[in-house]
Nanobody, 125 residues
Framework: QVQLVESGGGLVQPGGSLRLSCAAS????????IGWFRQAPGKEREGVSC????????VYADSVKGRFTISRDNAKNTVNLQMNTLTPEDTAVYYC??????????????????WGQGTQVTVSS
């Protein structure tokens, strides 16, 4: 069973930065997509950014383009999300998730099969 463990969440002031990390284990050989998703109270879970293990192609939600950067280290099976210029609207529980795919990746949470437990990000003064 694939395991995903997120870390790096916390409380930050508006305009600040945080770096989230996702450590994946028990991944089978093959190509996959890993993504970051978030869910705020009363809202649906949404894709924030996703990356392919095969070619490094990325997808970003419009709301985070230019502020967030996703990166991967295939050798370590980790994916990081650098979040800059955070706003209170970024407050949510952030989840890491993955699914196996050999085609163009999707950042639709419905495509993802394995999920971490999430890490809270709170942006507040």
């Amino acid at each position: 069973q694939v395991q995903l463990v997120e870390s790096g969440g916390g409380l930050v002031q508006p305009g600040g930065s945080l770096r989230l990390s996702c450590a994946a284990s028990r991944l089978a050989t093959g190509y996959y997509a890993i993504g970051w998703f978030r869910q705020a109270p009363g809202k649906e879970r949404e894709g924030v950014s996703c990356i392919s293990s095969s070619d490094g192609s990325t997808v970003y939600a419009d709301s985070v383009k230019g502020r967030f950067t996703i990166s991967r280290d295939n050798a370590k099976n980790t994916v990081n999300l650098q979040m800059n210029t955070l706003t209170p609207e970024d407050t949510a529980v952030y989840y890491c998730a993955t699914y196996y795919t050999t085609v163009q990746i999707s950042c639709d949470p419905l495509m993802y099969d394995y999920w971490g437990q999430g890490t809270q990000v709170t942006v507040s003064s």
